[in-house]
């Protein structure tokens, strides 16, 4: 069998790793759509949280944790949730940070849409929101949604 492109490989590590076989087809154009707006994916394993970097020296790029995944599809709302920094103006000094995170997530809510299958998953979606957004509120001593 001939050896298997990065892309390939990166495919099949987001569904092993990411227990998201069940939805490869999913995942597969997931990754090449958002990659193809210009940003880098890839999965880290040091710790369990996702993030997405942008320095003036380096391209744009999203790490996506893929250790201890308990909720597989909470991988992929995360991706889009990060996808959804990806798309937000660039951070300047004062910016208010939970209005950063709930605007991430009203991104990733309109990238989400173009993915039909993903229409009959939303109470995992808005779970994966809600606990996101509360732990933000948390730390700024706002009420919890
Ligand atoms: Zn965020």
Known sequence: MPLKT???QKIDEFCAQGKLEPYRA???????????EGVNISARYD???SNFEAYDDKPEHIRISLKNVKVPLNVLWILFHEFGHFQSPKITPGDNKVAREELAWEFAEKTITKYP???AEKESYEACK????????REYGLPEI
């Open 6 to 8: 990065p892309r390939e």
């Open 130 to 137: 809600k606990w996101c957004l509360n732990s933000y509120y």
């Open 117 to 119: 299958e993903l229409a």
């Open 26 to 36: 999913l995942v597969t154009r997931v990754l090449d759509d958002l990659q193809a």
């Open 47 to 49: 710790v369990e949280f």
